[in-house]
């Protein structure tokens, strides 16, 4: 099995710099080293689509959030709302006080 060893010394610690990227390479050695290390990057933008004028004055046009609240609310929390009701370990403070809340908004007159 191959052991995995790094053998750094001061003699070789500006090639080890150079090859992993820290400084730049020198030799065709230290740069296909650094080629694997750091394949090259695929872009899927094009230059024309870039302005870098707008990255320096931050000047871009910046796109609104979209921050609507879903139509069927109800329906989200129906499921929360019985795991309430049915749960029966609930502490007696607790449902006093989910009663006396429910009673405030004029919730269903038959559970007293």
């Known amino acids: 099995m191959a052991k ?3 053998n750094i010394t001061p003699e070789n ?6 090859s992993t990227g820290y400084l730049f390479p020198r030799t065709k050695v230290e740069l296909s080293r650094l080629n694997k290390l750091y394949p090259e990057v695929k872009r899927d933008t094009k230059d024309e689509q870039v302005d870098p004028y707008e990255m320096l004055e931050n000047s871009r046009e910046r796109e609104p959030l979209n921050l ?3 139509e069927n609310i109800e329906e989200d929390y129906s499921g929360l709302r019985m795991a309430a009701r049915k749960y029966e370990k609930l502490p007696e403070h607790i449902i006093e006080k989910m ?3 429910h009673k405030n908004n004029g919730g269903d ?3 007293n």
């Open 68 to 70: 609507q609240v879903s």
């Open 13 to 18: 610690l500006t090639v080890w710099l150079r």
């Open 109 to 111: 007159k038959s559970e």
């Open 4 to 6: 995995n060893r790094i």
């Open 99 to 101: 009663k006396k809340k």
